[in-house]
């Protein structure tokens, strides 16, 4: 039942997305780069991803509302995942990856443009960048619904922002952390609230907030996304190092190589013995590791329970945020509840 429902929401929002993005070509066909422009940003906006954000949002307003998806919030729910995306976008450069769920990152499709026909080599880095800007700014233009009460958009928008800040915050603290070796798990936690699972509870917040939901129904479906996200960047990191590349479309030992301060990282710091210590230092962060010695740093997160700490944790966060949907006022639809604690569950149940 869930399942089907979420593939249901999953397809609308593709749909919504499709319309919303070939709104923006039409504008620009009479100029052959920006229409080619256009077109490879919708490329990576299909490349693939979960939903999991505005299908997060849509459920949250559904659950209040109990009315059919209708074009409104799924206009609006775009806008949580068009900022994710401009976020990937934006990342794919700092990280200088080649590849995205399988496939040429965006700056990378502009860079191999270039180079077949003889432009600059920052090319590809700089039209990244714009293209990450470009779709923040759809993102924008997707939250600002004529749909909806002026009074409840302003309010909608106001979260936005802060999600929007809390990103870049997150990032900005996990670019400075990568320098660092003596990252503390409260220093981890901080970063990916703000990177990562403050954008779940702006979806769960902003689809309460449309749904015209009292102030315990947004505050408490706020704090399970947050907890849900938390437990979710966990996993995700877990996957980036133990996951299988040809289903997560990413190599799997670049958070090794880059330096990632990951939750798996700094539990085996704080646990490993001097050889494990050493192994570490010489492998984490060295961008010309063997394949050898990043297998080593797997061997010693399971050695010294850093992994089976990193699950347990996730586990923990899932427990979280389930028992704030049972403090709702009024409380919402069970059928509801339980889609939201599969959500969850799908964030730290999965493979990519």
Known sequence: MFLMHYAKLQRKIDDALHDFMEEQTSSVQEN???????????????SGGKRI?????????QSIKSDPVGNEILTASLSLELLHNASLIHDDIMDNAETRRGKKAFHRVLHDYAANKDKDSNYGVSMGI????????LAYKAINSKDFPPDITLRAAVEFNEGFLHIVQGVVVETDLMRRS??????????????????????????????????????????YALNAG???????DIIGTFGNPKKTGKPTDSDIKEGKKTLLLIKAIEKGNQDQLKTISNVVGNRQATEQE??????????????????????????????????LDPMIEEKYKKYLIEIA?????RDK
């Open 32 to 46: 052959s780069f920006l229409k080619y422009y256009y077109e490879q940003i919708n490329d990576f906006l299909f």
């Open 294 to 327: 990043i297998d080593k740093v797997r061997e010693i997160f399971k050695e010294t329970g850093s992994l089976e700490y990193a699950n347990n944790k996730a586990e923990e966060l899932l427990r979280n945020c389930i028992s704030y949907l049972d403090k």
């Open 130 to 137: 714009l293209g990450g800007d470009f779709v923040y700014n």
């Open 53 to 61: 954000r505005p299908v997060l949002m849509a459920i949250c307003y």
């Open 182 to 223: 003596d990252v503390t798990e409260e220093e981890y936690f901080s970063m990916i609230t703000g990177k990562t699972a403050a954008l779940f509870e702006k979806a769960a917040r902003i689809g309460a907030i449309f749904a015209n939901g009292t102030e315990s129904q947004v505050d408490g479906l706020g704090k």
């Open 230 to 236: 938390i437990a979710f960047q966990i996993v995700d």
């Open 345 to 349: 569950k799908m964030g730290i149940n």
